[in-house]
């Protein structure tokens, strides 16, 4: 496709149950953001993978959450022990490479509810 | 990455054009402002970035004061599908890539 994609747009799991959210980037992006929007709230940065690797993981709230890139590609965010308070949107961008200085190409999200 | 500051919300007519100001007082040398926005339910858009020098392309023009403390975003003819909210972010290079870190951004309502 011709932009970021991101599934399931909607999620709803139960408090304690593990979810994935998956991200697809603009093919030949080589960099990828997760971030994450609260009900009302700005924009939360989570991490950073540059290929497969995340050379920044500083946004990471807890360790139940964690995130993996394949084939400099697909990326997993894994959100385990789900909590009420990790309900948010989860959104995807991607850029070319790390020393771009353009834009960032969001997708639409993935809505997370934790009942 | 310097921080930025915001008015919280602004108002604009239909047709005419929307002044959205930044300061960044603390800017460095090689940090550059970059401006986004976020229609409700959707993700960010990129609108415009800059360094030093004025910018304009199709969607805004970008103005940033000769000193860079404070830049201002325009939209000339503002569209009821402007509504949204401006998020003014200055970036540097930290580390060899450009995170972006969002403040609570300028929430603009045009009007008919």
């Known amino acids: 496709g011709a932009g970021v994609s991101q599934s399931p747009s909607n999620k709803v799991t139960e408090k304690g149950k593990d979810v994935e959210l998956r991200c697809d980037p603009i093919?030949?992006?080589?960099?990828l953001y997760w971030y994450r929007q609260s009900l009302g709230q700005g924009l939360e940065f989570l991490i950073y993978f540059q290929g497969n690797s995340a050379p920044d993981k500083s946004g990471l709230p807890s360790d139940r959450f964690s995130a993996e890139r394949t084939g400099g590609s697909v990326s997993t965010l894994t959100i385990q022990r789900t909590q009420q308070e990790d309900s948010a949107v989860y959104l995807c961008a991607s850029s070319l490479g790390r020393d771009y200085t353009g834009e960032l190409f969001f997708g639409e999200g993935s809505r997370l509810t934790v009942l | 990455d310097a921080k930025t500051t915001q008015p919280p919300s602004m108002d604009c007519a239909e047709g005419r054009a929307a002044n959205l100001p930044c300061n960044h007082s603390t800017i460095s040398g090689n940090e550059y402002v970059y401006w986004y926005r976020q229609i409700h339910s959707q993700g960010p858009q990129y609108i415009i970035h800059g360094l030093k020098n004025n910018e304009t392309n199709e969607m805004a023009s970008l103005i940033i004061t000769e000193d860079r403390k404070s830049s201002t975003l325009i939209l000339p003819h503002a569209t009821l599908r402007d509504t949204a909210v401006y998020y003014c972010?200055?970036?540097?290079?930290?580390?060899?890539?450009?995170?972006?870190?969002f403040g609570a951004g300028t929430r603009l309502a045009v009007h008919p």
């Open positions: 093919s030949g992006h080589t960099a």
């Open positions: 972010i200055v970036r540097g290079r930290s580390g060899g890539y450009n995170k972006l870190i």
